[in-house]
């Protein structure tokens, strides 16, 4: 019920949007190179599908007039949905096994195993740092930019009131 974190909410949704569209469009691109196909209707282009929606209407929820506090209330059940749908989307390869996506850190049903070379392993963690630090920094942004248009925001308001008078 804190501005700030409704704040922090809306700025990670949109770079949530950003990430998600990278990869539904690099995927593709990917796709078509490895397996002869740009898209497949598959549990795990789905439920990533299904996310960027979820993001695209919290962001919609929170562009729509009102008061902020209503708007946030209705976005954060989107959010929480969308929260829900991350480990879907992890799992979905292997609640649903597909012939597309191989399960990488594990093999089969008992999940044993290993599927990664070492060098693909260091690769990996270096992306996933650099994405978080991406992460981070954007966050740190946004949030500054919204704060701005809050306090912008509160001066027009009493600009107003004081003119109204």
Do not use: C
């Amino acid at each position: 019920r804190k501005r700030i974190y409704d704040t922090y909410a809306y700025v990670s949704a949109e770079i949530g949007v950003v990430f998600t569209i990278i990869v539904l469009t690099t995927g593709p691109i990917w796709a078509r190179s490895a397996w002869n196909t740009w898209w497949v209707w598959e549990p795990r282009l789905i439920t990533t599908l299904i996310l960027f929606f979820i993001y695209i209407a919290y962001i919609m929820i929170r562009q729509m007039d009102g008061v902020w506090d209503k708007k946030a209330r209705l976005a954060a059940v989107f959010g929480i949905i969308g929260f829900a749908d991350v480990p879907i989307v992890f799992f979905a390869i292997r609640w649903w096994q597909t012939k597309f996506h191989p399960i990488v850190f594990g093999d089969g049903p008992s999940q044993k195993g290993g599927g990664i070379e070492d060098t693909m392993l260091v690769a990996l963690l270096v992306t996933i740092t650099a994405f978080t630090i991406l992460y981070s920094y954007l966050l740190h942004k946004g949030v500054s930019f919204e704060k701005m248009k809050i306090t912008v925001e509160q001066y027009k308001e009493r600009l107003r009131e004081s003119l109204d008078k």
